[in-house]
């Protein structure tokens, strides 16, 4: 085996780049400027691990990944790309890729994951996965939905429990029947259930079923959504709003995989994969009595937080050309595009619907827009007319604003405990972007150490 990690790029500065880094970590590289070159040079040598593009001349990164792994099952391979979307990181995992780098990517993180795949290349089993072709079903370029991507990746051959957080509209039950059709269990149902939007005397079911005669109202015996999702997954939205008659139920059903219908006297034994969801702040519900601690930690197995859209900005024009090609798509009509200013604009204002707002605004558009592209005055009135977009120069005005709305609702949490840590994503994600994702750059034009943003974004799940 050879002692050179390759890169296989055709853009010769990322050559360049990768050549000077890890060589100064003592790394020395082959570098190749196709799969095919890299292919053919393995007759005479095998890498300590690979680095490839996806989309390249000739053999494509994920074709030389998915041949590559047939001989080599033991030596991995970082595929990185800048036209990072949900499928390339889900076909890159399905395909044996040990690390998935969307572009641009930080220098030291780079390095980082070559030393860790090195590492790995000593003890690593060889691993058989079936081959699956994935849809796209999420669309987003911005680094927040690369973690979204790569943990859906991660979970492709998992069965394990899930739980999403993020705020309200910003597209959970996307990511949870994204996990379920990447998943063992994509040929099963994929049940979903809104918690919230059941009555608390009705919840129980719901989600259990109930026997004829069971109470006032049930005529017939009725499978529950556990019935229903046995043999795949059960989608709780919005779990933190369970009652606690439910929450204990539902924990023993995840202990035992099995319940009684209510009013039932026969046990109904499953086997469902549960994923939750909540905007909530569940360890805060956990502190107040509000929400099981033992159930929490049976859901929170693993965690995957979705942005909001304002964490996301960069992924808004194409996320409403999107939807705007849908909903031209369903009325059969020409589909509307969106002018550079428009965009800008639309990249500027707040958002507090998340993509469901930016959905129905791209219908409200398709539909009212007097012309074929749309021009900032074709907006609804009420983005218009808001005060100042969050890209404006009175943010201290519209920091006033809100701190005033906040306080005049009811909240679980103080202001501060919510204001600065919301504060302090904006402020990463805008250096962040000015330096194109290095970190250390970044902290640097915020005062801060690198080690400090990187605990800082881990903290706050930027």
């Not at 039950?173 to 005397?201: D, K, T, W």
């Not at 079923?209 to 069971?214: C, P, R």
């Not at 639309?346 to 558009?365: D, H, I, S």
């Not at 202001?415 to 805008?430: G, N, S, Y």
Request: with cysteine; glycine share 6%; aromatic share 6%.
């Amino acid at each position: 085996m050879s002692k050179h990690v390759w890169v296989i790029d055709d853009d010769h500065a990322i050559r360049w780049v990768l050549d000077r880094a890890l060589a100064q970590a003592g790394i020395p590289i082959t570098a190749f400027n196709s799969a095919d070159e890299a292919m053919h040079h393995l007759t005479k040598e095998t890498p300590l691990a690979i680095i490839t593009d996806i989309r390249m001349q000739g053999t494509s990164g994920l074709d030389f990944l998915e041949q590559f792994n047939a001989q080599h099952p033991n030596t991995p391979v970082i595929v990185m790309t800048a036209h990072s979307d949900l499928q390339s990181a889900v076909t890159s995992f399905e395909r044996g890729a040990y690390e998935y780098l969307p572009k641009p990517f930080d220098v030291d993180d780079a390095v980082a994951v070559v030393q860790r795949a090195i590492a790995h290349s000593e003890e690593a089993d060889p691993v058989v996965v079936e081959q699956i072709t994935p849809a796209t079903e999420i669309i987003g370029n911005a680094p927040a939905m690369q973690e979204v991507f790569r943990a859906i990746g991660r979970l492709s051959s998992s069965n394990v429990s899930v739980l999403i957080n993020g705020p309200s509209g910003s597209g959970k039950e996307l990511v949870a029947r994204a996990l379920h059709r990447h998943s063992p269990r994509e040929a099963q149902p994929f049940i979903a259930l809104n918690v919230a939007a059941i009555p608390n005397e009705l919840i129980e079911s719901e989600l259990f079923g109930h026997e004829k005669g069971s109470f006032t109202g049930a005529t017939t015996q009725r499978m529950g959504r556990f019935e229903q999702a046995n043999g795949g997954t059960l989608f709780l939205d919005e779990v933190g709003d369970m009652p606690a008659s439910a929450q204990t139920r539902l924990l023993r059903v995840l202990a035992e995989n099995e319940f009684y219908r209510v009013g039932g006297h026969q046990s109904v034994r499953v086997d469902v994969r549960i994923i939750a969801a909540t905007h909530q702040d569940l360890e805060s519900l956990v502190e107040q009595g509000k929400f099981r601690e033992d159930l929490f930690h049976r859901l929170n197995v693993i965690r995957v937080h979705v942005p909001s859209l304002a964490q996301r900005r960069e992924d808004i024009p194409l996320l409403a050309q999107y939807f705007l090609d849908n909903v031209a798509q369903e009325l059969g009509d020409e589909p509307k595009r969106i002018h550079q200013d428009t965009a800008e604009y639309l990249m500027a204002l707040p958002w507090p619907g998340n993509v469901r707002q930016l959905e129905n605004t791209c219908r409200w558009l398709q539909v009212m827009a007097s012309s074929r592209t749309i021009l900032t005055e074709d907006l609804p009135p009420e983005l218009r007319d808001s005060e100042e977009p969050s890209g404006g120069s009175d943010w201290e005005g519209s920091l006033a604003r809100w701190a005033n709305q906040f306080l005049e609702q009811s909240h679980i949490s103080p202001l501060l405990d919510t204001a600065v840590p919301k504060f302090e994503r904006i402020m990463i994600d805008a250096a962040l972007r000015k330096t194109g994702g290095r970190k250390k750059d970044a902290a640097e034009l915020l005062g801060w150490g690198r080690n400090t943003l990187t605990r800082k974004m881990q903290e706050l799940q930027c």
